[in-house]
């Protein structure tokens, strides 16, 4: 059984800093793929910034130059970078990713169950 686990939302200021982690629980051998989305109340679910396995990073126009996602898979971990924050930027961010379970290729993909950004002065 795989589980993905946020942490690291809360308040922060507009022009500050937060990083969210996305760890996976169970028998992971590493990430193949994962994306980070956000939903504000009121509105539909956007990908925020998806990081594939050969490396391929994209973001959302309104976070370029501000967020960053990474992995370590030493530590079954993703990271998003979130820094000089917006109001706007305020939603409940989810990860969601491919891990490798096995030696043979088996792959489990999933959700986890989101952290809460706000940003306020």
């Known amino acids: 059984q795989v589980q993905l686990v946020e942490s690291g939302g809360g308040l922060a200021q507009p022009g500050g800093s937060l990083r969210l982690s996305c760890l996976a629980s169970?028998?992971?051998?590493?990430?193949?793929?994962m994306g980070w989305y956000r939903q504000a109340p009121g509105k539909q679910r956007e990908l925020v910034a998806e990081?594939?396995?050969?490396?391929?990073?994209n973001y959302a126009d309104s976070v370029k130059g501000r967020f960053t996602i990474s992995i370590d898979n030493t530590k079954y971990t993703g990271y998003l970078q979130m820094n000089n924050l917006k109001p706007e930027d305020t939603a409940l961010y989810y990860c969601?990713?491919?891990?490798?379970?096995?030696?043979?290729?088996?792959?489990?993909w999933g959700w986890g169950q989101g952290t809460q950004v706000t940003v306020s002065s």
């Open positions: 969601n990713a491919e891990a490798k379970i096995d030696l043979v290729g088996s792959t489990w």
């Open positions: 169970g028998t992971v051998l590493g990430f193949n793929d």
């Open positions: 990081i594939s396995r050969d490396g391929n990073i």
